[in-house]
């Protein structure tokens, strides 16, 4: 059985169409159908016609029909899906397959707009991801917060000014020995003028 016409029945599942593997067609509009879940098993499906039945939330239905790969015409026009926002765009976006859609041709335009819409889609997620990686991040050591060139040239300051302080020491170790001398008192040793200078 390749193809099956189930109009106007009050159906609520396909489920009886499981053995049917092989099924290429099924027009199954004015039912009361709640579930396309059976619709799995149908790798050749080429057309899916369940317009005007009782199909709700858009995500959970193209979780299973997205993974026909045959797929070439879908209605799901008059389900409660059909109301959602971007419901055409959305549909395209998940089936690149689809040639038309609620009886109408998808176009080369409605193509771009749904991988526009699909972009601006996963831009928040990726911007949602980076700022939790930087949120998680460990924090930097000092010791590597500075280049290897920061480094040298922090050290080398060091020693400059550790070596003017040295300079300006003996300057006034060798002033108070003149003075003194000048004086003609004994030359203070640096230990004098360590403690003087406290």
Not at 90 to 116: G, S, Y
Not at 149 to 167: F, N, P
Not at 168 to 184: L, P, S, Y
Request: glycine letters at 2%.
């Amino acid at each position: 059985l390749e193809v099956i016409w189930l109009n106007n029945n009050k159906l609520s599942t396909l489920n009886s169409l499981c053995t049917n593997f092989r099924l290429k067609k099924i027009y199954g509009q004015n039912n009361s159908l709640t579930s396309i879940e059976s619709v799995r098993k149908f790798k050749f499906l080429e057309t899916l016609l369940v317009s005007n039945n009782l199909l709700k939330d858009l995500d959970v239905q193209l979780g299973i029909i997205a993974k026909l790969s045959c797929l070439e015409q879908l209605d799901l026009f008059g389900n409660p899906v059909a109301e959602e926002p971007n419901y055409r765009l959305r549909v395209i976006c998940k089936m690149p397959k689809l040639k038309i859609l609620d009886r109408h041709m998808i176009t080369t335009e409605e193509r771009i707009k749904a991988a526009n819409f699909e972009k601006k889609e996963k831009e928040p997620i990726k911007v949602k991801e980076k700022s939790e990686k930087l949120v998680k991040k460990k924090p930097i050591k000092v010791s590597e917060a500075f280049s290897k060139g920061e480094k040298d040239l922090y050290r080398e300051v060091a020693h400059i000014t550790k070596r003017r302080e040295e300079e300006i020491m003996n300057k006034e170790i060798q002033k108070k020995v003149e003075e003194e001398i000048a004086r003609n008192k004994p030359a203070p040793t640096a230990k004098d003028v360590i403690a003087n200078r406290s």
